[in-house]
């Protein structure tokens, strides 16, 4: 009888100061190395391994103590991975609030309509925000990792801003934008006008994209699209500049006459009917313009000086345009 006695008198002797030690280290502020501190859990870590990984970076405690504490608490399966910061004073328990809540710090990065895949390469390799696990690969082996089915990257993520936590790979926002572009157009395709002439979502994109680099004011935008459309209609050259800049490549100085007689597979001077992929990165103010267009008897624009246009129906109207704002200059 005396031994059970003693048995739990140390029993809760020791569930007493367990108690005390949690209430104690939950408790106390964290000797953190600096003022504030920021370390990062990656995805599919133990809790045992991002302990090791919080103690690593100056957070001020050992491995087994914050295991221990969130296991007591029932919140081991409850860590999120992320980007962090947390500030002196912190304590154990508020640190475990904060991971367990996914109280991550963000970084944006910003894809803009117009902009060429060469250049929202070059935007995710300057930021010094991502993991840049792309940045050896080819257009093609990026496109292979996303899993997509087309050929050539040009216009197939989609210009927004994105969030993401610090250190996230690159290829996850790249993956991200691709899906995005995606929905984005299917969910346009799915309702477009019936009578419009493209024959596949990516016909669509591809002149969504001739319709971004064209348009220099937002007002102009489905007039810029009828006309195209309306010349893809009658099987006229499209004639216009941003593509064959795209199929010049890297173009030194301004677009000379010998440029539109060279033919390449994206000059419409010399080519009817769309290039094979788009120029650049579409909008959705685009997508929605080449896919649900005004009725337009329109079939030439020319750029007024003030970022509109002047949209003719004949081409004498056009060359009189020409004549009036760019000529008389």
């Not at 596949?200 to 102009?220: C, F, N, Q, R």
Request: overall charge positive; glycine content about 8%; hydrophobic content about 45%.
């Amino acid at each position: 009888m005396r031994f059970i006695k003693r048995f739990f008198f140390l029993l809760l002797l020791a569930v007493v100061c367990s108690a005390g030690w949690l209430g104690w280290f939950a408790g106390k502020p964290l000797a953190l190395s600096g003022i504030s501190l920021e370390f990062s859990i990656p995805p599919g870590l133990s809790l045992r391994a991002a302990s090791q990984q919080m103690s690593a970076a100056g957070l001020g405690f050992s491995p087994w103590q914050f295991t221990l504490l969130a296991r007591l608490l029932g919140k081991s399966a409850e860590i999120k991975a992320g980007s962090y910061v947390v500030e002196k004073g912190i304590t154990p328990l508020q640190l475990l609030g904060k991971l367990t809540r996914g109280d991550v710090t963000q970084a944006e990065i910003v894809f803009v309509e117009g902009k060429t895949f060469r250049q929202l390469r070059t935007v995710l390799d300057a930021s010094a925000e991502v993991k840049h696990d792309t940045a050896r690969l080819s257009d093609a082996e990026v496109l292979t990792l996303l899993g997509a089915g087309e050929a050539h990257p040009e216009g197939l993520f989609f210009p927004d801003t994105y969030l993401f936590s610090k250190n996230s790979s690159d290829l996850d926002i790249l993956r991200r934008a691709y899906r995005a572009m995606k929905r984005r157009l299917d969910s346009e395709w799915v309702r477009r006008d019936p009578e419009v002439p493209f024959a596949t979502p990516y016909a669509a994109l591809i002149m969504a994209s001739i319709v971004e680099k064209e348009t220099g004011s937002a007002a102009d935008r489905s007039q810029v699209a009828a006309v195209f459309i309306n010349r893809l209609r009658l099987g006229m050259l499209l004639q216009t500049d941003p593509t064959v800049i795209y199929g010049v490549g890297d173009l030194q100085g301004n677009l000379r006459k010998s440029h539109l007689l060279t033919d390449t597979p994206y000059n419409t001077y010399t080519r009817a009917g769309l290039p094979p992929t788009p120029i650049a990165m579409p909008g959705l103010a685009s997508l929605q313009a080449v896919l649900h267009p005004p009725k337009s008897d329109k079939l030439y624009f020319v750029a007024r000086g003030d970022g509109s246009s002047e949209f003719s129906r004949t081409l004498d109207e056009h060359n009189r345009a020409v004549a009036k704002y760019l000529r008389g200059r």
